[in-house]
């Protein structure tokens, strides 16, 4: 059966009872007649020509298609709460960032690109989740995110209309706690045979660039520990588990938030930051900032 349009009301109403599993407590927590609650909820499944809820011992739980409505049910309301956030911050003079930071991405640098791009003079309501690179490009695609920060570009799609920017790039360094640093740090890169390492995983585009060093420079550490997400790499780091490469510009950061110092160069090593945006043209004032600020 054919909707003739869909009443949010009436969805709402189904999503507080799906959560109450109940008319009674749904309508006490909405201060209506339990009458009201039910009439609502027969309106709506008479509109969509289905039944949602079904009674399942003393609860009323959602049959399939009400898990199905209930799925979107939820994405609906959460999508009028941002609506709602955002025009109240358009009231405010507030400009929204929605970032989207890939695993793989150094974090610290992600969050230097956009603290050195955020305006002094007006608030910004900034917006970061973290994800794998293709889930985040979808999202940019649908224009769920105003950029993507990541390590890699974005190769050329008939199917995503997207876009890279180079933000800068760093060469990298090995790094390790203090016991670590000393005991690898004499005859580098020689002493990395056999040494623990942490590395990314052979999905990041890092991963390859480091394979191809170590086999120039003729060495075979232990790896003991890989990993996707960068941020969960460095923490392991941080623990003394093993070695791991980091952007030299982050030499600083890394003893001070990781304890961890330079065990030796990898200048041959560059790693590559990127914005991707939805446009050919980045038009969102703070990522135009960025990349200016990147190229200067």
């Not at 400009?95 to 930071?101: A, K």
């Not at 794998?132 to 995503?160: G, I, N, Q």
């Not at 990041?204 to 394979?211: C, E, P």
């Not at 001070?256 to 043209?281: H, K, N």
Request: charged share 20%; glycine share 8%; aromatic share 6%.
């Amino acid at each position: 059966m054919k909707t003739t349009g869909l009443n949010f009301r009436h969805l709402y109403f189904f999503r507080m009872v799906a959560a109450e599993g109940s008319v009674t407590r749904a309508a006490d927590r909405l201060g209506l007649a339990i009458q009201t609650v039910s009439t609502q909820i027969a309106a709506l499944e008479q509109s969509i020509g289905k039944s949602l809820l079904t009674q399942q011992g003393r609860r009323l739980v959602p049959t399939e298609a009400g898990r199905v409505a209930l799925t979107y049910a939820e994405q609906i309301f959460q999508l009028g709460d941002r609506m709602q956030e955002a025009l109240e911050e358009v009231d405010a003079g507030k400009i929204r960032l929605t970032v989207g930071i890939s695993d793989s991405m150094p974090k610290l640098i992600a969050a230097h690109y956009l603290q050195a791009a955020l305006p002094p003079d007006t608030p910004v309501r900034l917006v970061c989740t973290e994800g794998e690179f293709d889930a985040l490009l979808a999202e940019l695609a649908l224009h769920k995110l105003d950029v993507v920060l990541t390590d890699r570009p974005m190769r050329a799609s008939a199917s995503l209309k997207v876009f890279s920017h180079l933000l800068g790039e760093s060469e990298m360094q090995l790094f390790g706690v203090r016991a670590l640093a000393r005991k690898y740090g004499k005859d580098f890169p020689e002493s990395l045979n056999g040494a623990p390492i942490l590395l990314p995983t052979r999905n990041t585009a890092l991963r390859g660039r480091i394979d191809a060093w170590l086999l120039e420079q003729g060495v075979r550490p232990d790896v003991v520990g890989e990993f996707e997400d960068s941020a969960m790499l460095n923490t392991f780091g941080r623990s003394g588990m093993g070695l791991f490469f980091a952007p030299a510009a982050l030499a600083e950061d890394m003893l001070e938030q990781f304890g961890a110092l330079p065990v030796g160069p990898a200048s041959e090593l560059q790693e590559q930051f990127y914005a991707i945006s939805s446009e050919r043209r980045i038009s969102h004032p703070v990522v135009e900032a960025m990349l200016s600020i990147s190229q200067r």
